[in-house]
């Protein structure tokens, strides 16, 4: 594809990872605005760099015209929560959202089975109708949701990644599974707290009733 | 309604017009980046102000209970363009979503068919489906479709009519049509500069080719 | 200079652009929280594009190497007003800032000795100091203040020499002027309507006290 | 004070805060734009409301009317870094405006020597002149600078606070300072990486000069 076309490809997936974060920050906004906790602390997109889809063309063998169904992050949101409960709070979200404004193609929960690098995250992959001055089109998006830790994690390990171009030599890929354990009991110590708060909160409530 | 329940009641709208404007910047935005003319120029958006709700409920004698479907513009958007031509290709763009993510309920062509007060603007009510943390929801909107210069009188217009609390009185009225002729007049000009661009790129690209 | 020298050279107009915009859009701001009146309506900006820059280069005869003397309007600033008195309003703001924040360098009135064209507008060169990660850098910046219908028309003029490479037919000048002609009108009426509420307000203050 | 009296009182803060925000993310900005590494990841800033400047005066002991020197914090900026190393980065480019268009006041490194509680973060105290368009004023503003998992453990720190209203019970404090202990073990780790990332980027410089 030329650089014309590859613009003309992309205009669907930039206007979909605009809509779909507007659509997600709102929540945040309209639970807090009517006082209530929002699981979702922040929210971010983009569409992926047309040197990385062909990049990523190649390593899974899929053909430039497939590219609209073989690869399916090409318009990624990112969705972060303070706990890791917050994330399943989300995924219920989306599923009530499924025939709605969007439709759900399949879940990956890397959070109870997360992969052997110590990346952690809840994946959904959707399908997004959305409609361009040249006519609707329906595309694959994916959503991604995490903690802020594994959120941190994650974007260093990219980096490196990216740095050592996959070959990632074994004693810093040693240092990063630690780095991930931290994060890990990071993110344990939090949702202990979380759950002392909520029963703290309880009791408060019993006692100022009696 | 308390304070609590109107923001309540205005989390749908104003997810509405955070959607919508996304959405008609996106044609702007996509037609420009693959080298095409776009009609639209800027959007605007807002939602009504408790007051002004309260005002116009009032003035129409529509119930409080009522508001979500008597009164059709809580939801606002604003679109400007260059030329009155525009303004139907927007429309017609409009049209075209008829059905997929919005629903017309009627138009309203206040240019070919100007008010008495010298406003000139093509009004589009539409059904605005709408996903919300506390469920699905379907509101009312506005579109007001326009040329900068309608844009710019109406908004002198209007800040009049606010400190006049509508009773302008007759010599400046008499003004503000005197106003919204040489506004018209503006439009008038630059549309036929408009055509005769046309008809110049048209001779330039026959004259190219032999 | 290469692709990479100029990011280089526009980091401190990028940022320049980016910082005048807050600072005239915080007037705005101010001025309606405290419920008064604002001459600002909007404030756009934008760095002009290396292309813009060479061209204009060597159409003022300038060296490459003194670009940043010789180019006066590499970052560019445009405030647009609801009135032509507000014009005048902004430019003493402007004036007050002198030796402060931003440093005056010369004003060209294009308003009251407009151009043959139809253009008007105020013009104001600023110096205007900035802080980069490479160090302290005082860049040369063009404030334009105009009305909404001054800009209006400057616009549509601008992409007409644009698309006509400076050499507009003589009919479609013709037409342009008119328009000029109109978009100025169009200004006088409001104008005579803005002395009339002040009056207006005037007797309306002094009639609630009696 | 009254709202309205609050609302001009605020307006330099407000003014400050904007204008700091796009001068520190014009620094990641430039630094990307030429290839080289931003200390900074990203950049928030926020005026403290009202209420929370009226219970920290009182908490103080700060007359009214001497807030805006008694109180540090009514401006705050914070800045966030991926590395521990960062912050001093990030530390030396303040300095090194000092006396340009801001000036430090005091710093304070809850780094090196980080409170009880477990919080970590390095705090500037600057002095930060801003124009209205009611005239120009000296303001005071606090910029926080911190890794990606120091904010991350305190604002769940600071959200327990709010809800405990300062009485967290000692075994939920227990449990803060491990949770404290887990962002550090992470932040330490990823230190350890970073020494590593630059040592490995040498080695290949060097390799690929032979």
Chains 1, 2, 3, 4 share one sequence.
């Not at 992959?125 to 409609?131: A, D, G, M, R, S």
């Not at 990219?158 to 990632?168: A, G, T, V």
Request: aromatic residues 10%; glycine residues 4%.
């Amino acid at each position: 594809m030329h650089a014309t076309e590859w613009r003309r490809f992309l205009i669907p997936y930039e206007n979909a990872v605009e809509e779909l974060k507007v659509k997600f920050k709102s929540i945040r906004t309209e639970l807090r605005s009517i006082g209530e906790y929002s699981p979702i602390e922040f929210v971010t997109g983009r569409v992926k760099r047309v040197s990385s889809i062909i990049e990523k063309a190649k390593k899974l063998g899929v053909d430039m015209e497939d590219i609209s169904t073989g690869i399916e992050d090409i318009a990624g949101i990112r969705i972060m929560c303070q706990f890791v409960e917050d994330i399943y709070t989300v995924v219920d979200y989306i599923r009530d959202r499924d025939g709605r404004d969007l439709e759900i193609v399949y879940e990956k929960d890397y959070i109870n089975n997360y992969k052997d690098s110590g990346y952690r995250s809840y994946h959904i992959i959707i399908k997004y109708p959305i409609q361009t001055a040249l006519g609707p089109k329906t595309i694959l998006a994916e959503i991604q949701i995490r903690t802020l830790a594994m959120n941190f994690w994650a974007t260093i390990e990219h980096s490196l990644k990216y740095k050592y171009k996959q070959n990632i030599p074994e004693h810093i890929e040693e240092r990063i599974k630690k780095a991930a354990d931290a994060a890990f009991k990071l993110d344990q110590e939090m949702s202990v707290i979380r759950h002392e708060i909520r029963l703290a909160q309880k009791m408060f409530e019993v006692r100022s009733k009696t």
